[in-house]
């Protein structure tokens, strides 16, 4: 796997750590820091559907991958709109690890990428969840 591949996907878990840290300070007010979480919480999800979506277009997949591939972005976009309820952040960090437990199920990669891929997003699963749940915890 391309170093990049990994060094961006590490680079995107910057901002689920750095907002955790600002809970510790008075920077930004305790609400918007969970508003910005679940902002980009609910958008980085949605990036997770558009990889099942070009792997069912690309594959010419006839299955339900396409459909679950828009999930994603429905979850991500019905936790925007209720943006402060208390099961938010908790249905962004299930929703987390169902897709990658679908990916190791449904996603087509060439074989020299199963391993890398399959380990790089392991890492970086674990990283949100634990961030989902301290930032649950901070609340």
């Not at 305790?30 to 679940?38: A, N, R």
């Not at 459909?67 to 962004?92: E, K, N, Q």
Request: aromatic share 14%.
């Amino acid at each position: 796997m391309n170093p990049h591949f990994k060094q961006l996907g590490y680079a995107g878990l910057l901002p689920f750590i750095g907002l955790n840290a600002l809970t510790f300070t008075t920077i930004l007010p305790q609400s918007l820091v969970f508003l910005y979480f679940t902002q980009y919480s609910a958008v980085l999800l949605s990036f997770f559907g558009g990889i099942h979506w070009y792997d069912a277009i690309s594959g010419n997949k006839d299955g339900h991958q396409k459909y679950i591939a828009m999930l994603p972005t429905l979850i991500g976009w019905l936790c925007l709109m209720h943006a402060g309820a208390p099961w938010v952040l908790a249905t962004l960090s299930i929703s987390y690890l169902a897709i990658m437990f679908y990916d190791k199920q449904v996603l087509t990669l060439p074989t020299e990428l199963v391993v890398d891929y399959t380990r790089l997003r392991m890492n970086l699963t674990t990283v949100v969840v634990i961030s989902h749940a301290f930032m649950i915890v901070s609340r």
